[in-house]
Protein backbone atom coordinates (compact mmCIF):
# COMPACT_ATOMS: atom_id res chain seq x y z
CA UNK A 1 0.00 0.00 0.00
CA UNK A 2 1.16 3.47 -0.87
CA UNK A 3 1.38 7.09 0.69
CA UNK A 4 2.02 10.11 0.38
CA UNK A 5 2.21 12.76 2.85
CA UNK A 6 2.11 16.56 2.59
CA UNK A 7 2.39 18.90 5.83
CA UNK A 8 1.53 22.10 5.56
CA UNK A 9 3.15 24.89 7.94
CA UNK A 10 1.37 27.87 9.73
CA UNK A 11 4.59 30.13 8.97
CA UNK A 12 4.21 27.66 6.28
CA UNK A 13 0.08 27.25 6.63
CA UNK A 14 -2.66 29.28 6.59
CA UNK A 15 -3.52 31.75 9.07
CA UNK A 16 -0.51 32.84 10.83
CA UNK A 17 2.94 33.51 10.97
CA UNK A 18 4.48 30.37 10.47
CA UNK A 19 1.25 27.97 9.48
CA UNK A 20 2.40 24.80 7.68
CA UNK A 21 -0.43 22.45 6.44
CA UNK A 22 -0.02 18.87 6.00
CA UNK A 23 -2.16 16.66 3.98
CA UNK A 24 -0.71 12.81 3.84
CA UNK A 25 -2.36 10.24 1.68
CA UNK A 26 -2.37 7.22 3.97
CA UNK A 27 -4.49 4.72 2.01
CA UNK A 28 -4.30 2.42 -1.47
CA UNK A 29 -2.15 3.17 -4.57
CA UNK A 30 -3.75 1.79 -7.50
CA UNK A 31 -1.06 0.73 -9.80
CA UNK A 32 0.04 2.88 -12.80
CA UNK A 33 2.30 2.02 -15.20
CA UNK A 34 5.40 4.68 -15.82
CA UNK A 35 8.14 5.21 -18.02
CA UNK A 36 10.60 7.82 -16.42
CA UNK A 37 10.49 10.76 -14.86
CA UNK A 38 10.06 12.48 -17.76
CA UNK A 39 6.82 11.23 -19.10
CA UNK A 40 4.66 11.44 -15.59
CA UNK A 41 0.77 12.38 -14.81
CA UNK A 42 0.53 15.74 -16.90
CA UNK A 43 1.93 18.74 -16.04
CA UNK A 44 3.72 20.54 -18.82
CA UNK A 45 7.44 21.60 -19.42
CA UNK A 46 8.34 22.20 -15.41
CA UNK A 47 11.74 23.26 -15.26
CA UNK A 48 14.01 22.07 -12.20
CA UNK A 49 16.32 25.01 -11.25
CA UNK A 50 19.27 24.04 -8.78
CA UNK A 51 20.98 27.06 -9.59
CA UNK A 52 19.54 29.99 -8.35
CA UNK A 53 16.43 30.94 -5.99
CA UNK A 54 13.60 33.15 -7.22
CA UNK A 55 10.00 33.54 -7.14
CA UNK A 56 9.46 32.07 -10.25
CA UNK A 57 5.73 30.42 -10.62
CA UNK A 58 4.28 32.46 -14.33
CA UNK A 59 0.96 32.47 -15.91
CA UNK A 60 0.92 34.08 -19.81
CA UNK A 61 -2.26 32.23 -20.87
CA UNK A 62 -4.72 35.55 -22.22
CA UNK A 63 -7.42 32.82 -21.89
CA UNK A 64 -8.45 31.11 -18.78
CA UNK A 65 -11.19 28.58 -19.54
CA UNK A 66 -9.14 27.23 -22.75
CA UNK A 67 -5.74 27.70 -21.53
CA UNK A 68 -6.27 26.14 -18.04
CA UNK A 69 -8.04 23.28 -19.37
CA UNK A 70 -5.87 22.12 -21.73
CA UNK A 71 -4.03 18.72 -21.11
CA UNK A 72 -0.41 18.97 -18.96
CA UNK A 73 2.35 17.12 -19.26
CA UNK A 74 5.33 17.03 -16.60
CA UNK A 75 8.93 17.31 -17.84
CA UNK A 76 11.43 16.44 -14.49
CA UNK A 77 14.72 14.92 -15.71
CA UNK A 78 15.38 11.82 -13.69
CA UNK A 79 19.23 12.33 -12.97
CA UNK A 80 18.38 15.75 -11.23
CA UNK A 81 16.20 14.09 -8.92
CA UNK A 82 17.85 11.14 -7.75
CA UNK A 83 19.79 13.13 -4.77
CA UNK A 84 17.04 15.91 -4.09
CA UNK A 85 16.02 16.20 -0.51
CA UNK A 86 13.30 19.15 -0.87
CA UNK A 87 11.76 20.22 -3.90
CA UNK A 88 9.39 23.56 -3.72
CA UNK A 89 7.35 26.04 -5.80
CA UNK A 90 6.78 29.33 -5.43
CA UNK A 91 4.17 31.71 -7.01
CA UNK A 92 4.39 34.53 -4.68
CA UNK A 93 0.95 35.94 -6.06
CA UNK A 94 3.19 40.06 -6.66
CA UNK A 95 -0.76 41.32 -8.17
CA UNK A 96 -2.73 40.11 -5.55
CA UNK A 97 -2.00 43.17 -3.01
CA UNK A 98 -3.59 45.41 -0.67
CA UNK A 99 -1.50 48.31 1.11
CA UNK A 100 -1.21 47.92 4.84
CA UNK A 101 -2.76 44.28 4.35
CA UNK A 102 -0.92 41.26 6.13
CA UNK A 103 -1.40 38.95 3.32
CA UNK A 104 0.96 40.47 1.26
CA UNK A 105 2.85 40.13 -1.58
CA UNK A 106 6.22 41.32 0.31
CA UNK A 107 5.62 37.22 2.17
CA UNK A 108 6.79 34.69 -0.31
CA UNK A 109 9.93 36.83 -1.51
CA UNK A 110 10.91 37.60 1.96
CA UNK A 111 11.07 33.55 2.43
CA UNK A 112 12.69 32.91 -0.54
CA UNK A 113 15.82 35.79 0.23
CA UNK A 114 16.00 34.59 3.54
CA UNK A 115 16.48 30.40 2.23
CA UNK A 116 19.29 32.29 0.30
CA UNK A 117 20.67 34.14 2.91
CA UNK A 118 20.65 31.27 5.14
CA UNK A 119 22.38 29.12 2.26
CA UNK A 120 19.15 27.13 2.34
CA UNK A 121 18.42 27.71 -1.87
CA UNK A 122 19.04 25.97 -5.29
CA UNK A 123 22.24 27.93 -5.55
CA UNK A 124 24.36 26.79 -2.52
CA UNK A 125 22.50 23.36 -2.10
CA UNK A 126 23.20 21.74 -5.49
CA UNK A 127 21.21 19.30 -6.28
CA UNK A 128 19.88 19.02 -2.64
CA UNK A 129 17.14 21.34 -2.80
CA UNK A 130 15.75 21.91 -6.28
CA UNK A 131 13.31 24.53 -7.35
CA UNK A 132 10.30 23.76 -9.69
CA UNK A 133 9.71 26.33 -12.31
CA UNK A 134 6.96 27.59 -15.01
CA UNK A 135 5.03 24.74 -13.57
CA UNK A 136 1.06 24.98 -15.22
CA UNK A 137 -1.70 26.76 -13.05
CA UNK A 138 -4.41 23.93 -11.79
CA UNK A 139 -7.11 23.52 -14.45
CA UNK A 140 -11.04 24.61 -13.69
CA UNK A 141 -11.51 21.09 -13.45
CA UNK A 142 -8.78 20.68 -10.61
CA UNK A 143 -10.19 23.72 -8.59
CA UNK A 144 -14.10 22.25 -9.20
CA UNK A 145 -13.52 18.86 -7.45
CA UNK A 146 -13.34 21.58 -4.00
CA UNK A 147 -15.54 24.38 -5.06
CA UNK A 148 -18.54 25.12 -6.92
CA UNK A 149 -18.00 26.02 -10.33
CA UNK A 150 -20.52 28.87 -9.53
CA UNK A 151 -18.29 30.28 -7.19
CA UNK A 152 -14.95 29.63 -9.66
CA UNK A 153 -17.17 31.56 -12.68
CA UNK A 154 -18.27 33.84 -10.85
CA UNK A 155 -14.65 34.83 -9.61
CA UNK A 156 -13.09 34.78 -13.29
CA UNK A 157 -15.91 37.35 -14.32
CA UNK A 158 -15.12 39.67 -11.07
CA UNK A 159 -12.01 40.44 -12.03
CA UNK A 160 -12.92 43.09 -15.14
CA UNK A 161 -14.46 44.71 -12.40
CA UNK A 162 -11.28 44.67 -10.28
CA UNK A 163 -9.60 46.07 -13.43
CA UNK A 164 -11.88 48.49 -13.35
CA UNK A 165 -12.01 49.21 -9.55
CA UNK A 166 -8.10 48.00 -8.91
CA UNK A 167 -9.09 46.37 -5.72
CA UNK A 168 -12.66 44.83 -4.22
CA UNK A 169 -14.01 42.94 -1.90
CA UNK A 170 -14.83 39.27 -2.51
CA UNK A 171 -16.09 38.31 0.72
CA UNK A 172 -18.95 40.72 1.42
CA UNK A 173 -17.50 43.00 3.88
CA UNK A 174 -15.16 40.35 4.79
CA UNK A 175 -11.01 40.76 5.06
CA UNK A 176 -10.85 38.85 1.69
CA UNK A 177 -10.14 40.83 -1.18
CA UNK A 178 -9.24 40.84 -5.16
CA UNK A 179 -7.02 42.52 -7.75
CA UNK A 180 -7.22 42.23 -11.24
CA UNK A 181 -4.79 39.13 -10.87
CA UNK A 182 -6.31 37.79 -8.20
CA UNK A 183 -7.74 34.94 -10.46
CA UNK A 184 -4.98 33.53 -12.37
CA UNK A 185 -2.85 33.45 -9.39
CA UNK A 186 -4.84 31.66 -7.34
CA UNK A 187 -4.86 29.06 -9.74
CA UNK A 188 -0.97 28.75 -10.47
CA UNK A 189 -1.16 28.93 -6.20
CA UNK A 190 -2.59 25.79 -7.14
CA UNK A 191 -0.66 24.62 -9.52
CA UNK A 192 2.33 24.34 -8.09
CA UNK A 193 0.62 21.92 -5.22
CA UNK A 194 -0.46 19.75 -8.16
CA UNK A 195 2.75 19.45 -9.34
CA UNK A 196 4.51 18.89 -6.04
CA UNK A 197 2.15 16.04 -5.61
CA UNK A 198 3.27 14.80 -9.26
CA UNK A 199 6.52 15.42 -8.52
CA UNK A 200 7.27 13.60 -5.20
CA UNK A 201 4.56 10.62 -6.16
CA UNK A 202 7.00 10.50 -9.84
CA UNK A 203 10.36 10.11 -7.35
CA UNK A 204 8.81 8.11 -5.00
CA UNK A 205 8.85 5.65 -7.88
CA UNK A 206 12.86 6.29 -7.71
CA UNK A 207 13.80 4.69 -4.85
CA UNK A 208 12.46 4.56 -0.87
CA UNK A 209 13.53 8.48 -0.22
CA UNK A 210 11.66 10.38 -2.21
CA UNK A 211 12.31 14.47 -1.26
CA UNK A 212 10.07 16.38 0.39
CA UNK A 213 7.90 19.57 -1.52
CA UNK A 214 7.33 22.77 0.01
CA UNK A 215 4.67 24.70 -1.82
CA UNK A 216 5.63 28.62 -1.18
CA UNK A 217 2.65 30.40 -2.29
CA UNK A 218 0.02 32.82 -1.96
CA UNK A 219 -2.98 33.51 -1.63
CA UNK A 220 -3.73 31.43 1.19
CA UNK A 221 -6.29 28.58 1.52
CA UNK A 222 -7.55 26.66 4.64
CA UNK A 223 -10.48 28.88 4.93
CA UNK A 224 -12.02 29.28 1.66
CA UNK A 225 -15.73 27.50 1.64
CA UNK A 226 -16.59 25.31 -1.11
CA UNK A 227 -18.93 27.70 -1.86
CA UNK A 228 -16.35 30.75 -1.52
CA UNK A 229 -13.47 32.78 0.09
CA UNK A 230 -13.05 33.50 3.17
CA UNK A 231 -10.49 34.42 5.78
CA UNK A 232 -7.88 36.06 3.31
CA UNK A 233 -8.03 32.75 1.33
CA UNK A 234 -9.25 32.36 -2.13
CA UNK A 235 -8.92 28.86 -3.43
CA UNK A 236 -8.18 25.77 -0.82
CA UNK A 237 -4.95 24.84 -2.64
CA UNK A 238 -4.24 21.84 0.15
CA UNK A 239 -7.68 20.46 -0.94
CA UNK A 240 -7.24 20.37 -4.58
CA UNK A 241 -4.25 19.07 -4.44
CA UNK A 242 -5.36 16.52 -1.97
CA UNK A 243 -8.23 15.93 -4.57
CA UNK A 244 -6.01 15.61 -7.36
CA UNK A 245 -3.63 13.04 -5.61
CA UNK A 246 -6.81 10.65 -5.20
CA UNK A 247 -8.08 11.56 -8.62
CA UNK A 248 -4.66 11.34 -10.92
CA UNK A 249 -2.82 8.97 -8.87
CA UNK A 250 -5.40 6.42 -7.25
CA UNK A 251 -4.61 7.50 -3.84
CA UNK A 252 -7.36 6.81 -2.09
CA UNK A 253 -6.77 8.48 1.39
CA UNK A 254 -5.27 11.42 2.51
CA UNK A 255 -4.38 12.79 5.74
CA UNK A 256 -4.36 17.12 6.35
CA UNK A 257 -2.36 17.86 9.47
CA UNK A 258 -3.04 22.01 9.95
CA UNK A 259 -1.34 23.61 12.49
CA UNK A 260 -2.20 26.90 12.23
CA UNK A 261 -3.50 29.15 15.05
CA UNK A 262 -6.58 29.66 13.03
CA UNK A 263 -9.07 26.69 12.52
CA UNK A 264 -8.85 25.38 8.67
CA UNK A 265 -12.78 25.40 8.40
CA UNK A 266 -12.72 25.23 4.88
CA UNK A 267 -10.90 22.26 4.48
CA UNK A 268 -13.06 20.56 7.10
CA UNK A 269 -15.97 21.47 5.45
CA UNK A 270 -14.84 20.31 2.24
CA UNK A 271 -14.16 16.85 3.56
CA UNK A 272 -16.12 16.45 6.49
CA UNK A 273 -18.59 13.41 5.43
CA UNK A 274 -15.64 11.88 3.52
CA UNK A 275 -14.33 8.93 5.21
CA UNK A 276 -11.19 8.70 2.60
CA UNK A 277 -9.84 12.45 3.94
CA UNK A 278 -8.89 12.52 7.76
CA UNK A 279 -8.34 16.03 8.84
CA UNK A 280 -6.94 16.95 12.10
CA UNK A 281 -5.89 20.66 13.13
CA UNK A 282 -4.67 22.05 16.24
CA UNK A 283 -5.53 25.71 16.38
CA UNK A 284 -6.15 28.07 19.64
CA UNK A 285 -9.63 28.05 21.57
CA UNK A 286 -11.74 31.07 20.54
CA UNK A 287 -9.83 32.26 17.80
CA UNK A 288 -11.32 33.29 14.24
CA UNK A 289 -13.54 31.75 12.87
CA UNK A 290 -14.64 30.08 16.15
CA UNK A 291 -14.92 26.33 14.45
CA UNK A 292 -13.16 23.49 15.03
CA UNK A 293 -14.83 22.33 18.24
CA UNK A 294 -13.05 19.19 19.82
CA UNK A 295 -16.52 17.17 19.34
CA UNK A 296 -16.81 17.91 15.93
CA UNK A 297 -15.41 14.50 14.58
CA UNK A 298 -17.09 14.50 10.65
CA UNK A 299 -20.73 13.06 9.43
CA UNK A 300 -22.09 10.54 7.57
CA UNK A 301 -19.61 8.19 6.20
CA UNK A 302 -16.77 10.43 7.37
CA UNK A 303 -17.54 10.39 10.91
CA UNK A 304 -14.22 10.13 13.15
CA UNK A 305 -11.98 11.42 10.15
CA UNK A 306 -12.31 15.14 11.49
CA UNK A 307 -10.48 15.57 15.06
CA UNK A 308 -9.92 18.84 16.12
CA UNK A 309 -7.83 19.71 18.79
CA UNK A 310 -8.41 23.52 20.19
CA UNK A 311 -5.72 24.57 22.63
CA UNK A 312 -5.67 27.33 25.16
CA UNK A 313 -4.20 30.68 24.65
CA UNK A 314 -0.56 30.51 25.55
CA UNK A 315 0.10 26.98 24.33
CA UNK A 316 3.25 26.86 22.64
CA UNK A 317 6.23 24.20 22.23
CA UNK A 318 5.70 21.84 25.15
CA UNK A 319 2.02 21.81 23.77
CA UNK A 320 3.02 20.63 20.38
CA UNK A 321 5.32 18.35 21.56
CA UNK A 322 2.38 16.52 23.80
CA UNK A 323 -0.40 17.25 20.81
CA UNK A 324 2.46 15.58 18.23
CA UNK A 325 3.39 12.55 20.36
CA UNK A 326 -0.13 11.60 21.91
CA UNK A 327 -2.59 12.76 19.57
CA UNK A 328 -1.13 13.41 15.76
CA UNK A 329 1.54 10.46 15.75
CA UNK A 330 -1.14 7.60 17.10
CA UNK A 331 -3.17 8.44 14.96
CA UNK A 332 -0.42 29.44 12.55
CA UNK A 333 1.02 29.83 15.31
CA UNK A 334 4.35 31.43 15.78
CA UNK A 335 4.94 33.32 19.01
CA UNK A 336 5.32 36.98 16.88
CA UNK A 337 2.48 36.20 14.82
CA UNK A 338 0.67 39.39 15.14
CA UNK A 339 -2.34 37.40 14.76
CA UNK A 340 -1.62 34.51 17.19
CA UNK A 341 -2.48 33.95 20.31
CA UNK A 342 -0.16 30.68 20.66
CA UNK A 343 3.48 30.77 21.43
CA UNK A 344 5.15 28.71 18.94
CA UNK A 345 8.48 29.19 18.16
CA UNK A 346 11.04 28.96 15.37
CA UNK A 347 11.62 25.77 17.23
CA UNK A 348 8.32 24.65 17.45
CA UNK A 349 8.15 24.35 13.97
CA UNK A 350 11.56 22.84 13.46
CA UNK A 351 10.25 19.92 15.89
CA UNK A 352 6.74 19.65 13.85
CA UNK A 353 8.62 19.22 11.07
CA UNK A 354 11.02 16.60 11.69
CA UNK A 355 8.21 14.20 13.17
CA UNK A 356 6.39 15.36 10.40
CA UNK A 357 8.66 14.01 7.99
CA UNK A 358 9.45 11.07 9.87
CA UNK A 359 5.08 9.85 9.90
CA UNK A 360 5.58 10.35 6.85
CA UNK A 361 8.59 7.79 6.07
CA UNK A 362 6.59 5.30 8.23
CA UNK A 363 3.20 6.24 6.76
CA UNK A 364 3.53 6.56 3.32
CA UNK A 365 7.07 6.14 2.13
CA UNK A 366 8.17 9.44 2.62
CA UNK A 367 5.77 11.07 0.50
CA UNK A 368 5.30 14.47 2.05
CA UNK A 369 4.08 18.24 0.91
CA UNK A 370 4.33 21.24 3.13
CA UNK A 371 2.14 24.30 2.49
CA UNK A 372 2.67 27.98 3.45
CA UNK A 373 -0.66 29.56 4.34
CA UNK A 374 -0.32 32.25 7.32
CA UNK A 375 2.40 34.20 8.38
CA UNK A 376 2.27 37.61 8.85
CA UNK A 377 5.48 38.52 10.79
CA UNK A 378 7.90 38.46 7.79
CA UNK A 379 11.14 37.94 10.28
CA UNK A 380 9.81 34.83 11.77
CA UNK A 381 7.95 33.88 9.02
CA UNK A 382 10.89 33.64 6.77
CA UNK A 383 13.10 32.17 9.97
CA UNK A 384 10.48 29.49 10.70
CA UNK A 385 10.60 28.12 7.24
CA UNK A 386 14.02 28.08 7.03
CA UNK A 387 14.17 25.77 9.72
CA UNK A 388 11.71 24.02 8.08
CA UNK A 389 14.23 23.01 5.86
CA UNK A 390 16.76 22.14 7.69
CA UNK A 391 14.69 20.03 9.45
CA UNK A 392 14.07 18.58 5.89
CA UNK A 393 17.63 18.35 5.40
CA UNK A 394 18.48 16.61 8.92
CA UNK A 395 20.67 19.47 9.87
CA UNK A 396 20.85 20.96 13.35
CA UNK A 397 17.89 23.78 13.98
CA UNK A 398 19.02 27.21 14.56
CA UNK A 399 15.74 28.75 16.29
CA UNK A 400 18.01 29.68 19.10
CA UNK A 401 19.66 32.69 16.93
CA UNK A 402 15.95 33.73 16.07
CA UNK A 403 13.93 32.71 19.00
CA UNK A 404 13.99 35.09 22.15
CA UNK A 405 12.94 32.59 25.68
CA UNK A 406 12.11 36.32 27.20
CA UNK A 407 9.47 37.10 25.24
CA UNK A 408 7.54 33.54 26.50
CA UNK A 409 5.85 32.99 29.29
CA UNK A 410 4.23 29.89 31.51
CA UNK A 411 1.95 27.57 29.28
CA UNK A 412 -1.32 26.59 30.88
CA UNK A 413 -0.20 22.97 30.97
CA UNK A 414 -3.03 21.63 32.99
CA UNK A 415 -5.82 22.96 30.04
CA UNK A 416 -3.40 21.97 27.74
CA UNK A 417 -3.50 17.93 29.08
CA UNK A 418 -7.50 18.75 29.49
CA UNK A 419 -7.56 19.32 25.51
CA UNK A 420 -5.72 16.69 24.66
CA UNK A 421 -6.81 13.64 27.12
CA UNK A 422 -10.40 15.06 25.80
CA UNK A 423 -9.35 14.32 22.20
CA UNK A 424 -7.80 11.03 22.98
CA UNK A 425 -10.78 10.20 24.47
CA UNK A 426 -13.59 10.89 21.74
CA UNK A 427 -11.03 9.18 19.30
CA UNK A 428 -10.22 6.33 21.03
CA UNK A 429 -6.68 6.76 21.26
Known sequence: ???????????????????????????????????????????????????????????????????????????LPDNSLLDARILYCTSPALGHHKDAHPESNKRVPAIVNALDKLELSPKHRSSQVLEIQNFEPASVDDVARVHSRSYITGLEKAMSRASDEGLILIEGSGPTYATETTFKESLLSAGAGITLVDSVVATSKLGPNPPLGFALVRPPGHHAVPEGPMGFCVFENIAVAA?????????????????????????????????????????QL????????????????????????????????????????????????????????????????????????????????????????????????????????????????????????????????????EAIENAKSIHSL
Open 1 to 75: MEQLLAPSLPVLGVRMLPSLRHYCVVGSHHPLSWRSILQTYGRKQNQIRSGSAQCSGTYDGASVSEEINAPKKLN
Open 286 to 417: GSYPGTGKIHQVGQSDGEGTTLNLPLPGGAGDYAMRCAFDEVIAPYDAHALDPLAGLQFTTGTFYMLSSGIKQLAKELCGGRCIFFLEGGYNLQTLSSSVADTFRAFLEEPSLAAQFDDPAMLFEEPTRKIM
Open 243 to 283: RYAQHQHGLKRVMIIDFDVHHGNGTCDAFYDDPDIFFLSTH
